[in-house]
């Protein structure tokens, strides 16, 4: 019984600081709309920056999820598999509102659980780039390290600004033409 009632905790405040920010998010309004006490939550949760931290920690097992299938798949083309995974990475910056990024930007008791996923999208980004400039995909000369973190840095500061999603897709299919080799063009324009 316990863990049902802590993880429909986890879900009402996941809801709220995804939507409304983890700043907006009170343990008063939880007890409102799910009908429990505060001392229910606190048995649970020790404090509110301990349950905003397990949230941030629940949105990121489906994120690593996505990052091991996305590496495991379509291995045997790297230009589709840098295309599905720069695309996961840009559907998971759209789930949460851009207040709940913002906030965690700015937060320094939250932002070290967004790097190390961060880590783990730029690690996997590297890897597969690499695969491409292996294929002769990319241009040889491409630094993938330095690529990779400004593909990714920009996206993620696009959609701090509230850039529409349908921007960054454009934006992303446009880089990956410019550092594209001959071949790796041809590929893009016949299946993107």
């Known amino acids: ?6 993880e429909k905790i986890l879900k009402a405040a996941l809801q709220s600081i995804t939507r409304n920010g983890i700043r907006a998010f009170r343990v008063e309004d939880l007890t409102h709309h799910l009908k ?8 649970l949760f020790p404090s509110r920056i301990d349950l905003v931290k397990k949230c941030i920690e ?3 097992e489906p994120v690593r999820n ?16 840098i295309l599905n ?25 939250f932002r070290y659980l967004f790097e190390t996923v961060r880590q783990e999208w730029l690690t996997g980004g590297e890897k597969i780039l690499n695969a491409c400039k292996n294929k002769g995909y990319i241009c040889s000369d491409t630094n993938i390290q330095y690529t990779n973190r400004r593909l990714q840095t920009s996206l993620f ?28 063009r041809l590929w893009l324009e016949n299946n993107v």
């Not at 019984?1 to 802590?6: A, D, E, G, V, Y």
């Not at 429990?36 to 606190?42: G, L, N, V």
């Not at 695309?87 to 937060?107: A, H, N």
């Open 1 to 6: 019984m316990t863990s049902q009632i802590r």
């Open 36 to 43: 429990i006490s505060k001392k229910t939550i606190y048995q």
């Open 66 to 81: 996505k990052i091991s299938l996305c590496l495991n798949a379509h291995k045997e083309n790297p230009m589709l598999q």
């Open 58 to 60: 629940k949105i990121n």
């Open 157 to 184: 500061e696009a959609r701090l600004n509230n850039e529409p999603y349908s921007g960054q897709v454009l934006f992303y299919n446009i880089f990956f033409r410019g550092i594209a080799t001959e071949t790796g």
């Open 85 to 109: 995974y720069t695309k996961s990475f840009v559907d998971g910056l759209y789930e949460p509102e851009e207040i709940f990024w913002q906030e965690l930007q700015k937060s320094n008791e």
